[in-house]
């Protein structure tokens, strides 16, 4: 079984950075493995991909050294087995509301004795039984992680119990809802949102783990680095793609280039 690239780099303090990809091509996901990402996001809670797809996408990622940290909708427990099966490194679950809520993903996540997830081992992470059974159990509990998110004030009134639930291993702030639900939609530099950085980065340090939030720019990784966040998540393929096509139109704008866009 693969080791952690992630959880190897936080346990001796060190910064880790994963950017997230959503076009399914794999040859995407390859390269960024093999350029050396700490970790790339592949999304399900948002977009299309299937489990089958991901596996596929998972695979591509093997080639590299990278980690990925895969989300499932809220709620999707007996999707995570299937997540980990195909050779996810880390689980990020979404919405989290409190500890209980916390405690049952590490449940389906983990085998025994730290949770209840169940065996298969005939899939990517063993890999396909080639692992001893003992061997396999300890690995996959030691090597995979779990991101925890908060995303709800509702929930962030509960960050102490929620970090300190054993098996946690991130606790990750996800200012975007969080800031429509707290009707400042959008103000990342609202004091709202600074606060929410404090009290996580607070509840961490107490019950030991890591924490961490998407990364806006250089400034913003020093400022959640400065409060003790090591796991940073910045920019994403299809915003790379859309700022670089924007570029090539800037640049050409002078030559009497148009573009005419359709209304949205």
């Not at 404090?198 to 409060?227: D, T, Y």
Request: net charge negative; hydrophobic share 40%; with cysteine.
């Amino acid at each position: 079984m693969r080791t952690s690239r992630i959880k190897a780099k936080l346990s001796k303090n060190q910064p880790v950075l994963l950017t997230t990809l959503h076009y399914s091509d794999p040859s995407i996901f390859e390269m960024a493995s093999l350029m050396g990402f700490d970790g790339i996001w592949l999304d399900l809670e948002h977009h299309h991909h299937s489990v089958e797809t991901a596996n596929t996408l998972l695979r591509a990622v093997r080639v590299g050294t990278s980690d990925v940290m895969v989300r499932p909708a809220k709620g999707e427990f007996m999707r995570m087995g299937r997540i980990l099966e195909a050779g996810a490194t880390g689980i990020m679950y979404p919405r989290c509301d409190n500890a209980a809520e916390a405690r049952e993903v590490i449940r389906w996540s983990k085998f025994a004795p730290l949770g209840q997830r169940g065996i298969d081992a005939a899939n990517p992470d063993n890999p396909y039984c080639m692992m001893p059974l003992v061997d396999y159990l300890k690995a996959a509990n030691e090597q995979t992680f779990i991101v925890i998110q908060i995303e709800d004030p509702s929930a962030l009134a509960q960050v102490d119990e929620i970090a300190a639930v054993d098996g946690v291993d991130i606790v990750f702030f996800g200012p975007g809802d969080f800031s429509i639900l707290s009707g400042i939609p959008g103000q990342m530099n609202h004091e709202l949102i600074k606060d929410a950085m404090r009290k996580v980065s607070a509840a961490c340090q107490k019950a030991g783990k890591n924490w961490g939030m998407p990364i806006f720019n250089v400034e913003h990784a020093q400022e959640v680095l400065s409060l003790g966040g090591r796991f940073l998540c910045h920019s994403a393929d299809i915003l790379i793609v859309k700022n670089g096509l924007e570029d090539i139109q800037k640049r050409f704008a002078p030559l009497g280039v148009t573009c005419e866009r359709p209304s949205l």
